[in-house]
Structure formats: structure tokens, C-alpha cells
């Protein structure tokens, strides 16, 4: 168990590697390979679980090693109750996708090869506690996900993963600048040559300096997220990519933006975040209305869930920057609960998809007659999405209502809204699909879910019951490193705003230099 983070972390890239030797003709085997190999790093991840201390606020399940000693860089990796539940819901998620790609017929080897590539990088973001670490990890998701949106997507494929590429290319961009400025202002404070998040914590930089520092990291998290206005890539890549990078985009992908406003962007620059509040709290309410407001107007069902995306995780995002405990464990709660609830309306689309070969709303009418099993699924789903309660989506919007409340009651107002409107165009769409007249005679043949479409479907189901009903058995591990977490960045704050100096950004990264060179 001492090195459990990195059998979990490289038991895919281990399997991808294996792909690539195996015959590109032996189709049936390449799939229940990837599978098996994902249900085994599924199965490592799960001790996790009933291992972590939820008393213990710090890190667990550290693994230290030097790497490139001459820049200080460390193989540094752990977890705590920010991280637990993104990792565990990659592994899951990952099973779930592999299982939902067994239809798949187009360059298996290669499609295989790169989930399970995604899946590596992924995990490898969420355990990085070195900021080196974390940014190959970071740029290692993108390929992946790039090739299995240009290659396996829909008619406007490259134009989406393109488009993905460069937006997240900007942000990876201007971070790795702000990663190198920290490194340098480091060392002209004195200090070792490190990435270590933990040390890197403990510099207190001016407020004018945190600005435009974090602003830096705020852009690359922000589109990842995606923030509106920067969100424009997501309904693309949504619609265009293949049903499994549909949900692995929206269950994990968009929410290393959400986590790395938590790990690294607000407590390295607390003050910044203060005067960055009212801004990202405007910008959080503006995707919420604005992404239901456009997902209203769809015609296409993918393209309707994409947008909601875009409105839900301004939820996260509100409730992350509400700063108090009911907030953040909220915006926590609810990246854990969009992910199996969006993903799995994700997969329900391309259950749909895969029989008509269309998305388009006005192409169906009174499915519920012809496939209840599925209709009553998708009314789960539907349900979680607009959280009733009951349902997971419930708990992670009440408290992130109640973190709002009682940070902006303006903000907790428009937000109200936001939950009015999503339950307007869900519930719009789910009538336009599945009641009515059975008329269209394409759809009067139509088959209910299958066995695999159960296998896949079923556990997220449960999931949504499990979440709604019995919440604290997920909240019990977040709360104890939220609240250290608050502690710790209003205690920055505070030493930071008490700095004599205001040094400019370039005379600290010029001293760094000096030192650097010496």
C-alpha cells in the first residue's frame, strides 16, 4: 500500500503500452484487455476509500522521490479529501466508458490505447503535489483527448478537437510562465530550488504580485473548467466526440479546472482570490443563466446536455468561490455528482444515437411506449440533473445555495433562477422525446437497453440513489480538508496583506535569477 498512487496512476499507461503490441485484427481481445485493465486499476483504487483518515486534513498516501534534483524537481504525489473522490471517480468512469465503447469498430488498437493513455494523465493531475509534475500530467490529457475527438468523432471532428487543442494550449501556456516565475521568486526568497506545492505554500508573495500570478493560472483553470466566456470550445468538443470522450470530458476533464482553483491557484495567491471574487462569482452567474438559457434553444439532444454543462459547473464554481465551508464542499459535492449525472446523460444519448443515427429532438416523440426500461432511466438522470431531492444533484445545489447565501445574497438569487431554468429546458426536451404520439415509424421498431447497455447504466443509477440518500458518507471525507483548506488561505491572506514591500512581479523574478545564477 506504500505506492498505491502510482500503481493506480501507471497500471493504464502499463495496459496502453501492452496494446500497442498486441494484433490490430484481434478486435474482441483488445476491447476485454482495456476493459479487464481498467476494472483492475478500478479495483486498486477502491482501498482508498476505506483507507483515508477523514480526521487528517493533510496529505495521505505520499510518495516523495527526487526526479531532476538539479531543479528540484521531486516525484511527489498524495491525496487528500480534496483529491479522493476525483481519482476514485476517474477509475470508475474510465470502466464505465471502455464498457459503452464495445461498439466501437474504427481503429479499436488505437482508440484503446488512448483511453487508457487519458486515463494516466488524468490521474497523474489529480495526485501531482509537485507543480512540475502536475504540468506534464496536465499537457499529457490533451493528446489523448485530441485524437479521440479528431479521429472518432462526428462530421465537424477535426474543426472541435482543433479547437479544443488550442484553447487549452493558451491557458497550459500562460501557466507554465506563472509556474516558472513561482519557481524563481522561490529561490530569490531564499529558499531551495523547489515545485513542491507544500513549500511553495509557505511563500507569501505581495497582493500585487499574487494578481497577476494568479490571473495567469486563472485563465488555464477557467477554460478547462469551461468559464464563461472562454466556454466556447466545450459545446463543440461535446457534440463531436464519441459517446465514451463525452463522458470522460464531462465527468473528469473539465473538472481539473475546478480542482486546480482548489489545489493550486487560490491558496498559493489568497489575496489575489479576494480581489478576484466578485469577478469569478459575476462570471460563475453568467454561465449559469447563459448555459441554460442556450441549452433551452437546442435541437439536438447532445448539444442541449453540452450546454448544461457549461451551466452546472458555474454551480461549482460559485460555490468554490463563496470560501466557506458549505460552499466549497458544495462546488466539491457537485463536480462528483455532474460527473455521474451529466456523463450518464452522455450515454443515454448515445444509446439513442446508436439505433437512429440522429440526435435531433423532432425525430422522436413517445419513446417512453416503445423503450420504458430507457425512459425511465433517462428520467433519473433527468431528475438528478435538475436536483430532486433524493437524488445526488440535490445535496451538492443546496449547499452550494446556502454558501452562496450567505456569501452574495444577490448571487444566491440569480442562482435560484439558474436551478428554475434547468428544470424548464430538461424537462422541455424529456416531453419532446419520450411522450406524445409513437408516430414517426422509425422509431415503432426500436429495441429496449440491451445487456451491456444495463451493465454500464445500472451502476450509475445506483450511484445517483446512493448520493442523494446517504451523502455523508462522501462528505464525512471532504470536510475535515476543507476546512484546513479555508484556514490556511484566510491565514495567507492575512500574513500576505501585512507585507511591508510591494515589489514589483519583475524585480522578484529578477532576484530569483540572480540567485539562481549563483
Keep these: ?97 471502455l464498457m459503452s465503447s464495445w461498439t466501437i469498430e474504427k481503429r479499436i488498437k488505437e482508440y484503446m490505447f488512448f483511453f487508457l493513455m487519458l486515463e494516466t494523465g488524468m490521474i497523474g493531475a489529480l495526485v501531482s503535489l509537485d507543480l512540475f509534475l502536475f504540468y506534464i500530467f496536465w499537457e499529457a490529457m490533451l493528446i489523448p483527448m485530441y485524437f479521440l475527438i479528431g479521429v472518432w468523432g462526428g462530421k465537424e471532428r477535426i474543426y472541435a478537437a482543433v479547437k479544443f487543442f488550442i484553447f487549452t494550449m493558451v491557458g497550459s501556456l500562460l501557466m507554465l510562465v506563472a509556474i516558472l516565475a513561482l519557481y524563481f521568486m522561490n529561490i530569490g526568497a531564499g529558499n531551495e530550488a523547489t515545485f513542491s506545492i507544500i513549500e511553495l505554500y509557505k511563500l507569501n508573495l505581495a497582493p500585487n504580485v499574487q494578481f497577476w500570478l494568479f490571473a495567469a493560472f486563472c485563465l488555464a483553470f477557467a477554460i478547462k473548467v469551461p468559464m464563461w466566456p472562454v466556454h466556447t470550445w466545450l459545446p463543440d468538443a461535446h457534440t463531436q466526440a464519441p459517446t465514451a470522450g463525452s463522458v470522460i470530458l464531462a465527468g473528469v476533464l ?26 469569478m462569482m459575476t462570471l460563475a452567474i453568467i454561465g449559469i443563466i447563459y448555459g441554460a438559457l442556450v441549452a433551452m434553444v437546442q435541437d439536438d439532444i447532445k448539444k442541449l446536455v453540452a450546454y448544461s454543462s457549461v451551466s452546472h459547473l458555474g454551480y461549482v464554481m460559485l460555490g468554490i468561490f463563496a470560501l466557506n465551508q458549505q460552499g466549497v464542499v458544495g462546488g466539491l459535492y457537485q ?46 438522470m433527468t431528475m438528478s440533473s435538475i436536483g430532486l431531492p433524493g437524488l445526488n444533484g440535490f445535496v451538492g445545489e443546496f449547499l452550494i445555495m446556502l454558501g452562496t447565501f450567505l456569501s452574495s445574497k444577490i448571487a444566491a438569487v440569480f442562482a435560484a433562477f439558474g436551478v428554475i431554468l434547468a428544470a424548464a429546458y430538461m424537462l422541455w426536451m424529456y416531453r419532446r422525446v419520450f411522450f406524445g404520439p409513437l408516430d414517426n415509424e422509425e422509431n415503432q421498431n426500436l429495441k429496449d437497453l440491451n445487456a451491456l447497455e444495463w451493465g454500464y447504466l445500472l451502476p450509475m443509477v445506483i450511484l445517483v440513489f446512493w448520493m442523494g440518500i446517504y451523502p455523508g458518507s462522501f462528505l464525512g471525507k471532504m470536510e475535515t480538508t476543507v476546512e484546513s483548506w479555508l484556514g490556511q488561505v484566510s491565514d495567507k491572506r492575512i500574513a500576505c496583506a501585512q ?11 529578477a532576484d530569483g535569477l540572480d540567485n539562481y545564477s549563483r
Design 254 to 279: 473539465l473538472k481539473m479546472g475546478t480542482y486546480g482553483f482548489l489545489r493550486f491557484a487560490m491558496p498559493l495567491f489568497p489575496n489575489a482570490v479576494e480581489q478576484f471574487t466578485p469577478f
Design 335 to 380: 463536480s462528483l455528482n455532474h460527473g455521474i449525472s451529466t456523463g450518464a446523460l452522455f450515454l443515454l444519448v448515445g444509446v439513442i444515437y446508436e439505433r437512429r443515427h440522429t440526435r435531433m429532438i423532432k425525430d422522436f416523440g413517445g419513446l417512453a411506449k416503445q423503450m420504458p426500461f430507457y425512459a425511465a432511466i433517462f428520467m433519473i
Design 1 to 97: 500500500m506504500d505506492h498505491i498512487l502510482s500503481v493506480i496512476t501507471f497500471i493504464p499507461l502499463v495496459g496502453a503500452l501492452i496494446i500497442l503490441l498486441m494484433d490490430k485484427r484481434a478486435a474482441g481481445l483488445i476491447k476485454g484487455f482495456a476493459l479487464t485493465v481498467s476494472l483492475i486499476n478500478f479495483a486498486v483504487s477502491l482501498p482508498l476509500w476505506w483507507r483515508f483518515d477523514s480526521a487528517n486534513p493533510g496529505m495521505q498516501f505520499v510518495e516523495n522521490a527526487p526526479w531532476i534534483q538539479s531543479l528540484g524537481v521531486n516525484y511527489f504525489i498524495g491525496i487528500d479529501g480534496i483529491s479522493l473522490f476525483l481519482v476514485l471517480l476517474t477509475t470508475f468512469l474510465t470502466v464505465i466508458c
Design 499 to 509: 507585507l511591508t514591500e510591494k515589489p514589483t512581479l519583475a524585480s522578484l523574478i
